[in-house]
T-cell receptor, first 115, second 114 residues
Framework: QQQVKQSPQSLIVQKGGISIINCAYE??????FPWYQQFPGKGPALLIA?????SEKKEGRFTISFNKSAKQFSLHIMDSQPGDSATYFC??????????????FGQGTRLTINP | DTGVSQNPRHKITKRGQNVTFRCDPI?????LYWYRQTLGQGPEFLTY????????KSRLLSDRFSAERPKGSFSTLEIQRTEQGDSAMYLC????????????FGSGTRLTVV
């Protein structure tokens, strides 16, 4: 069962443009929503994360927007650069104090920034 | 290097053979995870250790899979009687403690079963 749906599957953006990737989740028990960046041959690296008590979080050129009522969140990359070309995954977690704190990942978005 | 280390990076094996992967987490991290990532998909949770105790296993982890974390340090993931469907990237991750939700992933072991 797909608990986190991500779109688009692939995205091409011109250098300097805004890249937008969207995710939707089903399980309202999720309370931590990270985004990961993965380059070929590497493991995913944490980029930015948000908790559902805030609607937006910004770190440098990366912003997460969160809509709790719609159960949707998105990643915006401002002034996109060729070095941002990678696969991006949204994820969700239920922060169980004693539990496994498993991440449920979306299917991924392959982002290409054209110079 | 203070990251999560996984060995080998690549493994090609014949169907029916057994394989073992190793993960060395960040030394002060007591939580260790194994995930599996198939081509074009996001990682999927396999199993979780807190110190040396294996506290949760996914139904994806069939009886042919076994994971250990002796002494709460490094971990091994063994797959017995490999099948072509086992071909994937096996990712290890660690995190520091309860209340710390950001995993650090290793670069993974890519398994190809021929």
């Amino acid at each position: 069962q797909q608990q986190v749906k991500q779109s688009p599957q692939s995205l091409i953006v011109q250098k300097g443009g805004i890249s937008i990737i969207n995710c939707a989740y089903e399980n309202t028990a999720f309370d931590y929503f990270p985004w990961y960046q993965q380059f070929p041959g590497k493991g995913p690296a944490l980029l930015i994360a948000i908790r559902p008590d805030v609607s937006e979080k910004k770190e440098g050129r990366f912003t997460i927007s969160f809509n709790k009522s719609a159960k949707q969140f998105s990643l915006h990359i401002m002034d996109s650069q060729p070095g941002d070309s990678a696969t991006y995954f949204c994820a969700a977690m239920r922060r169980e104090y004693q539990g496994a704190q498993k991440l449920v990942f979306g299917q991924g978005t392959r982002l290409t920034i054209n110079p | 290097d203070t990251g999560v280390s996984q060995n080998p990076r690549h493994k090609i094996t014949k169907r029916g053979q057994n394989v073992t992967f190793r993960c060395d987490p960040i030394s002060e991290h007591n939580r260790l995870y194994w995930y599996r990532q198939t081509l074009g998909q996001g990682p999927e949770f396999l199993t979780y250790f807190q110190n040396e105790a294996q506290l949760e296993k996914s139904r994806l982890l069939s009886d042919r899979f076994s994971a250990e974390r002796p002494k709460g340090s490094f971990s091994t993931l063994e797959i017995q009687r490999t099948e072509q469907g086992d071909s994937a990237m096996y990712l290890c991750a660690s995190s520091a403690r309860q209340g710390s939700y950001g995993y650090t992933f290793g670069s993974g072991t890519r398994l190809t079963v021929v």
